[in-house]
């Protein structure tokens, strides 16, 4: 009697928890793209002043400052961190091209579903700093959805959102041994 051997295909390379339930994971790259879009449109919108929350005359494109409005408004209203927003608008316009980079960088890496892990930490640190700059809040005392979407960022990070309609599984082979820029 020969004995032949049957392959064994390999192990799904998804959670098991992706196989049963794809939709979610669909939803989750979706929800990165539109974040994405976000980023990327608030850059926009400071850059060439299109209207939406920045008037053409404040553009960054006509000398105005993407973020002293924001800044100065929170200083004004009375924000415990005063000092700090001072400190950061007394280093425009360094302030403004981090700012704005981090808008694009962040925009683009969600909308490609490339570096996640950095657009996600980063997002999420410059949510953070928004929520903070929002101080004293206005209509819930405790949190406003700017705390909301660096929590959703951080779990885009852990569950791999740039896997899912997103080039993430291409780009996690390119960068292969680098965990941090997936």
């Known amino acids: 009697m020969s004995t032949t051997r049957v392959p064994v295909p390999p192990a799904s390379t998804r959670p ?3 196989a049963r339930r794809p939709w979610g994971y669909t939803v989750l790259g979706v929800t990165r793209l539109l974040l994405g879009f976000t980023f990327a449109w608030a850059f926009l919108d400071k850059l060439f002043g299109l209207g939406f929350s ?3 005359e404040r553009a960054w494109l006509q000398g105005g400052s993407p973020t002293s409005g924001f800044l100065g408004g929170s200083i004004e209203a009375g924000n415990p961190f005063a000092g700090f927003w ?5 280093l425009n316009p360094f302030t403004d091209i981090l700012f704005m980079g981090g808008l694009l960088g962040i925009g683009l890496a969600l909308l490609l ?3 996640t892990r950095v657009a996600a930490a980063s997002g999420a ?3 953070l700093l928004m929520y903070l700059a929002a101080f004293p809040m ?3 005392p405790l949190f406003d959805d700017h705390l909301i979407m660096a929590v959703l960022l ?7 959102a ?3 309609v997103g080039l993430g599984r291409r780009w996690r082979r390119l960068v292969a041994g680098n965990p941090f820029l997936i």
């Open 113 to 115: 579903g490339i570096g």
């Open 162 to 164: 740039g896997d899912h």
């Open 16 to 18: 098991a928890d992706e």
């Open 86 to 90: 001072e400190f950061w608008l007394r």
């Open 138 to 140: 206005v209509t819930n």
């Open 154 to 160: 951080i779990a885009m990070a852990g569950l791999a």
């Open 125 to 127: 640190a410059m949510y």
């Open 54 to 56: 920045t008037p053409s």
